[in-house]
């Protein structure tokens, strides 16, 4: 009863266009990304729960990598036309030769598989490398702890996390790293990399929040 009954919140919510991904859509379009032509990656799909089934049919293509194989049943009922890949996400950016308009990375929160990777921190500056010349990201981000976050969440923020966020985004305050801050990190590895960031907006959701940024190859990289 209690799974109807959020299926049916949910449901309704997209139905709205309230939910925190149909409202990116919303926004991406309002800035003139023309949503149904993205070449899209989901690279931590999970079971789908999350947001999946608020643009998979909106989008031009969709694939999807998810390092579990019990999920893959379930992402292909609900995104039926999707390319799937059972993969280690990190691992996968550097072998994958294809190319995405929009890559979304709704990352695990916190240090996973033995504190060997945190957040979507690994995949920099490798993202660059599968995105197009013009390309929207999609970030699950985390800026401080709050009451909900230490309740459902208690494993957020422990020893290895406070130091790859310090690491990341060279804050000494890892515990409280607010959008801005954050999107200085990210201009920054895009230069780096011969991208140049020319929006960004970041969304609050629950506990994880996004933060949005359309990128841009610059001219002198693509020469």
Known sequence: MVGTMRSAYWTARRTLGLTPMRRTLAELERRGVVVKDLVTLEAF???????????????ASLEIWEIDPACEPILRRKAPTAKILITDSIAQLHRTQSRYDFIIFDNPMADYNDHKYCEHFDLFPGVFEVAADEAVLALSVVTRPTPLSRRRAPHLFNEV???????????????????????????????????????????????????????????????
């Not at 799909?45 to 989008?59: E, M, P, S």
């Open 161 to 223: 996390h406070l130091r790859r966020r310090r690491e990341f985004y060279g804050t000494s305050t890892p515990d409280d790293v607010g959008f801005d801050e954050m999107a200085r990190t990210y201009h920054r590895l895009a230069e780096a990399a011969g991208f140049h960031v020319d929006w960004w907006f970041g969304l609050e959701r629950s506990i994880a929040h996004f933060i949005v940024m359309k990128i841009r190859r610059s001219c002198a990289a693509v020469e």
């Open 45 to 59: 799909g999970g079971t789908g729960d999350n947001h999946i089934l608020d643009y998979a049919a909106r989008v």
